[in-house]
């Protein structure tokens, strides 16, 4: 994961997307832009996240593992989409 600073690209973001009318109070404070390499993980199966993540662009991968150790793909996530809502919820 990598920080990306222009605060005019966050703000072009949030003029595209207007996620930031679902909240009842000013969030660019709150909001960061990053950049996951491929192979990075977002959120880690079994984790509390500290964080929700609003995907702009790309694609990311939701998996589950199962007891036996297996992994499944359950399916692609492609932006413009929220990842950890219900994690966030479910804390």
């Known amino acids: 994961m990598k920080q990306i600073c222009p605060a005019s690209?966050?703000?072009d973001y949030l003029?595209?997307?207007s996620?930031?009318?679902?909240y009842g109070f000013d969030i660019r404070p709150y909001?960061?832009?990053v950049r996951f390499d491929p192979e990075d993980v977002i959120l880690q199966e079994g984790s509390e996240p500290d964080q929700l993540y609003f995907l702009v662009s790309g694609r990311?991968?939701?998996y589950i593992t199962h007891k036996s150790g297996a992994v499944t793909?359950?399916?692609f996530l492609e932006g413009p989409c929220f990842i950890g809502e219900m994690?966030?919820?479910n804390t």
Not at 19 to 22: A, I, N, Q, Y
């Open 60 to 62: 990311a991968k939701l």
């Open 19 to 22: 996620f930031d009318s679902l």
């Open 87 to 89: 994690e966030l919820v």
């Open 15 to 17: 003029d595209r997307y």
């Open 31 to 33: 909001t960061s832009l």
């Open 73 to 75: 793909l359950i399916n």
């Open 9 to 11: 690209l966050l703000q």
